[in-house]
């Protein structure tokens, strides 16, 4: 058996995907900034993808930086933006970011800024009105994730968005493809990765608002505006350029097929003696447990044993037998965050491989505390 439902840490690519690809690196290998037929042409290609890129999310050209991924958008934008901020400026992240912005925003706070965490309901949701109650006169910037990688909560980034406010809003939109990008009014920022979307890893881009001006992470090179120094990846932009257009196009008939291949895993794993699921208005690709009695690591062995891929929560941090901060942070105990046991689907899920895991995960989980359940 070969299952893999972690699509939430990364996806196959789609086939339009693999095909681009294909075809780019036989052709497409010029480097934009050179100024011969070879170069001219990168180039052609390199501000298309842009220009498809900010079509869809609604966005001008000069608003979209090509970066390495999620990791370095979501870095520019809070290092970037509160770094062009007097020292002293406060920023706000929730209490489930990503690693990559809530280490950030950590670093800051090294750096003289002040920092104040949002906490999140039992379901893993932003309270808006205690995010509120932490807003100064100083607040430089809110980020913020449109849905949460660990649990799939969706966040009131609406909400946030509609309010007038001196303050700048970021959003990291990484695992916001199958439910919708936020639409961009009243956001300043916001973060994509092509590997969540059926694309390759290595490649995403930052929303930045005109007029806005970011201290760059990267130097030594006029790419991007001054905004990112490095040789353009005109084929990491062509796929992310793809694979937004592909999930875009899709999203109707996958939300659909996705919510029902949830459904039916989740009736199944709900009939499990123990079973707590986590999370209330989410999106459809992420179904996130535990199981009482039972750690993750004991259980995620028992599967991979079958060929079935899942995860503990956030693959970053799944090396570690760290309880899950997140749902630390929606209150439940360490023990219980130490059982996080995390199943994504994505756009090549079959409802064969959905019925095998709603089968075998009973089985295993009986098999896990058999064996001691939170030995690892
Ligand atoms: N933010 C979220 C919500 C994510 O799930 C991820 C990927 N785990 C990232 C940021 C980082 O993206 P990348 O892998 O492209 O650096």
Excluded at 106 to 126: F, K, N, S
Aim: charged share 20%; hydrophobic share 40%.
């Amino acid at each position: 058996m070969n299952i893999y439902l972690d699509y939430a840490a990364t996806s196959p690519l789609r086939p339009e995907v693999r095909e681009l690809l294909q075809r780019c690196y036989g052709q497409d290998w010029g480097n934009a900034s050179s100024l011969h037929r070879a170069g001219h042409s990168a180039r052609m290609h390199f501000e298309d993808a842009r220009e498809r890129i900010a079509r869809l999310l609604g966005a001008k050209v000069e608003e979209i930086i090509f970066t390495s991924g999620a990791t370095e958008a979501n870095n520019l934008a809070l290092l970037g933006w509160m770094r062009e901020q007097p020292k002293g400026s406060h920023l706000i992240v929730s209490s489930i970011e990503h690693p990559s912005a809530w280490e950030a925003a950590e670093a800051l706070t090294y750096e003289g800024y002040q920092l104040d965490i949002a906490p999140v309901d039992v379901h893993g949701r932003v309270d808006v009105a205690a995010l509120r109650g932490l807003v100064r006169d100083n607040t430089a910037l809110v980020s913020l994730m449109g849905v949460n990688n660990e649990v799939g909560s969706i966040q009131p980034i609406g909400e946030l968005a509609a309010e007038p406010k001196k303050w700048k809003l970021h959003v990291d939109a990484v695992q916001s493809g199958l439910l919708g990008w936020p639409a961009l009014n009243g956001i300043d920022m916001l973060s994509l990765s092509a590997h969540k979307l059926g694309g390759p890893v290595g490649s995403g881009c930052l929303f930045l608002r005109q007029g806005l001006r970011l201290a760059p992470l990267m130097v030594g090179g006029a790419q991007e505006d001054h905004r990112r120094a490095g040789t353009s990846n005109v084929i990491a932009a062509l796929a992310l350029a793809e694979a937004m257009e592909v999930t875009a196009r899709r999203r109707a008939e996958e939300q659909t097929r996705i919510s029902e291949l949830r459904n039916q895993l989740e009736a199944e794993l709900g009939k499990i003696p123990g079973a707590v699921r986590l999370g209330e208005e989410r999106s459809a690709h992420i179904s996130s447990w535990f199981f009482e009695g039972v750690h993750a690591e004991p259980l995620l062995v028992l599967f991979d044993l079958e060929g079935i891929s899942v995860s503990s929560g956030s693959a970053c941090s799944s090396h570690s037998i760290e309880p899950s901060r997140v749902v630390s942070a929606m209150g439940y105990s360490p023990e219980q965050a130490r059982g996080l046991l995390r199943l994504s689907l994505g756009h090549a899920t079959t409802e064969k491989e959905v019925e095998s895991v709603g089968r075998l995960t009973g089985v295993l989980v009986e098999k896990a505390r058999r064996q001691g359940g939170t030995e690892s």
